[in-house]
């Protein structure tokens, strides 16, 4: 049984249901073929064996795209405060996470509605698994069903939020549905849950051309369902590598325990519990000693160590990640299986890893920060829906700055702002401020410092 047949038997998922979904919002289904893919990438990232391989390279690439990313809203020529403050609560703490969730799956969606009882937009985040498409426009998601679920005792409510295009504007419908044995079940009224008892089954946003939800995919073409608007997984022409590098790792486990020192010996020196028959010995000694019948009792210890094939598991290990690394648009050497491996300069590893910090720019500058500027225009559509009185002016900047340490070398870029200052190509209360984090006023009060502690050379000859 292969790595993905045995994370299937444990992967529960809400995809078989899709088909009376559509029904029950009389839609036409979209990207069938994707569903079946979800459901492999899913599986491997949340069970992936040993190695964890696919959840590894999510969780490394979402850090690194986003360690340092700054967002600044500006309305004029001022910060906007109420923009900055969505940016910070509401962005920020939950981009990393649902990236990650992005890579894996090919997409997550970002919905945003209006809590009336606090008086404020909050975000609801949704996994590819978690979507089902319904219409777009050339290659925008346009429209779609989110799915929500709750269990409560022995039952389990599915809420369905259709958001569709229609003249001028989207029709949101909300249905929920009660089943005990799983499956969609029977359509109850919103009112059985409480946190959405509040919710309007049926309500039209007019005259605004930004749909209420943002669709966050990747930004590689879908190769996998061909003129399709849904992302895919950035493992996605991984899968059989990564099931080849998880068969070699078991391999390696199972060399090294089954290769594990034991000592052989003659069952007549075991002491043996009277009363129950059992062998009288530690949890160590269970580990260390092996019976042997002995006809001659000539070999009463024998010592059993086995050479062990490390090294050649080792390196089937090492190509294999090699193969899953450049099938994941990295390089060869992103993620390297050697301990032997010295520490190297960020300087070195941009010359060695430029496929990777490629796919990183496109992560950046195609996915993420597109993103953010939909993000805030569909949070004003729902703000300015409920009249929110701190709702996002139209005319709002962003400054997105995603920071540049993954490319650079800090110690070397020190080293020459050291030298611009020497040469005066660089002020000292400039270099004080990036490099020491020192405010102006700092900055200058350190220098006048300098200057009193610096020894006053005397000139004996007058000259």
Not at 112 to 122: G, I, L, N
Request: contains cysteine.
């Amino acid at each position: 049984m292969t790595l993905f047949e045995k994370v299937k038997g444990w992967f529960m998922n809400l995809l078989p249901i899709k088909d009376d979904v559509f029904r029950k919002f009389n839609l036409q289904a979209k990207d069938e073929a994707q569903n079946s893919l979800i459901e492999e990438w899913l599986a491997v990232y949340q069970n992936g064996g040993g190695l964890a391989f696919p959840a590894v390279v999510c969780w490394d690439l979402a850090k690194k795209a986003l360690g340092e990313l700054e967002i600044r809203a500006i309305s004029g020529s001022t910060e906007d405060k109420d923009a900055q403050n969505v940016i910070d609560t509401l962005l920020e703490p939950n981009l990393r996470g649902q990236l990650e969730y992005a890579l894996a799956l090919g997409g997550v969606v970002a919905r945003p509605w209006y809590d009336t009882v606090k008086e404020k937009v909050r975000v609801g985040w949704y996994t590819a698994d978690m979507i089902i498409p319904s219409a777009w426009d050339g290659d925008k998601l346009t429209g779609v069903v989110l799915i929500d679920q709750h269990i409560a005792k022995k039952n389990t409510y599915l809420k369905l939020e259709s958001i569709q295009p229609i003249e001028n504007g989207w029709n949101i419908k909300t249905k929920l549905f009660k089943s005990v044995g799983g499956g969609l079940g029977n359509e109850v009224s919103l009112t059985e849950v409480p946190m959405w008892a509040t919710i309007d089954p049926d309500v039209d946003i007019e005259n605004t051309p930004t749909p209420p939800f943002v669709y966050m995919k990747t930004p590689w073409a879908n190769n996998k369902v061909l003129n399709s608007p849904l992302g895919s997984s950035i493992y996605r022409d991984a899968m059989k590598a990564i099931e080849e590098l998880e068969k070699a790792y078991r391999a390696l486990c199972w060399e090294i325990e089954s290769g594990e020192r034991t000592v052989f010996v003659d069952d007549s020196m075991i002491m043996v519990d009277p009363n129950t028959g059992d062998d009288k010995m530690t949890q160590l000694e269970k580990k260390l000693y092996r019976k042997l019948s002995s006809t001659t009792a000539n070999d009463l210890l024998e010592p059993f160590s086995p050479v062990l094939r490390v090294d050649e598991l080792n390196a089937a290990i090492k190509t294999h990640l090699a193969i899953a690394c450049m099938a994941c648009h990295l390089d060869a050497g992103a993620y390297i299986y050697d301990q032997s491996m010295q520490a190297i300069t960020a300087t070195e590893v941009t010359a060695r890893q430029q496929q990777t910090y490629g796919t990183l720019v496109d992560i950046q500058s195609k996915m993420i920060e597109p993103f953010i500027y939909e993000y805030l225009d569909a949070i004003r559509v729902i703000q300015n829906l409920y009249d929110a009185k701190d709702a996002l002016v139209d005319n709002l900047e962003l400054s997105i700055d995603f920071g540049d340490s993954v490319l650079t070398d800090e110690q070397a870029d020190r080293s020459n702002a050291q030298n611009e200052v020497t040469v005066g190509l660089r002020s000292k209360v400039s270099y004080l401020m990036e490099y020491r984090g020192m405010s102006e006023a700092e900055a200058l009060k350190e220098i006048e410092r300098i200057k009193e502690e610096t020894p006053v050379a005397i000139d004996f000859f007058g000259a």
